[in-house]
DNA sequence: AGTGGCTCCTGAGCGC
DNA sequence: TGCGCTCAGGAGCCAC
């Protein structure tokens, strides 16, 4: 599912494949999937535009193109984005085909739960959905009293706070649960009951393991892929995520698994306080 | 403001 | 082999 580290490492092998590239035509094959600006018809809109940058936000890809118009791209849970040089025959659930003179974009989603929305550019950032957003993790602007006065202001578990995206942007329930084991923070604990010092665990844990799951291309733990189709290789680095039930890499204690804000959430019981 | 529940959707895994 | 059930979950929405 791809979360912060994901879309970026999405976004980089998209920008080696596809910039520049422009758009012939666009195939779309379950309509609910390309959103389109009101009273506008996507394909329409979107032929002829050239690929002029990438970028993201959160969660989003936004994919900007020439005379002022962007993409913005939601992958939800099982969303792709995927680059081929050459003709490609459409798969099963591939729902949007971008036609480039030099080679195709698939846009595939066995759920069918991510949109690729067209804004205009010059809007994108005032869309709803990325309005709201927190700051971003990884900016070197993101310091971790930033992150506490947003974590004060919140009265929830920690982990419900973290999946917040107005809270923090582009964090799921992988690296939330990671940077939680990471952190020595109990998942399940009032937001407003860390310290100062839980803060700046947590602030600095978030960062490393998102650093760390971008290096790593990614978390492919069953069906994330870059644009090339490739698979990440953070599932290996995984501490708790995927785990419970197993023993505890640092002490052996066995690892807890319980729904926390309605998600499945894995933890140590004695490494985290 | 919070939480829980529902919705969207398909496939994997499991018991029988 | 296959049926029916549960689970996976990001985010928007609703009721409370």
Known sequence: MPELPEVETIKRSLAKKALGKRILDVGIFWPPAAVSIPGG???????????ESFARRGKYLLINLS???????????TGRLIYYA?????????HVVFY?????????????????????T????????LAKLGPEPLDELFAFDQLGQRLAKKKSTIKASLLDQKVIAGLGNIYADEALFRAGIQPGRRTESLKVSEIIKLYNAIGEVLAAGIKAKGTSFRDYRDADGNKGSFQYNLMVYGRGGLECIVC?????????AGRTTVFCPDCQK
């Open 122 to 129: 010059s809007e994108a950032m005032q869309v709803a959905s």
């Open 252 to 260: 052996g204690q066995k690892l807890e698994r319980q729904k926390i």
């Open 41 to 51: 018809d996507f394909t329409e809109l979107v032929k002829g535009r050239e690929i």
């Open 86 to 94: 050459d003709q490609q025959p459409r798969e099963k659930h591939t």
């Open 100 to 120: 480039l003179d030099q080679g195709e974009l698939h846009y595939s989603d066995i759920r069918k739960f991510g949109r690729i929305q067209l804004v205009s």
């Open 67 to 77: 005379r002022g118009l962007t993409m913005i791209v939601h992958f939800r849970m």
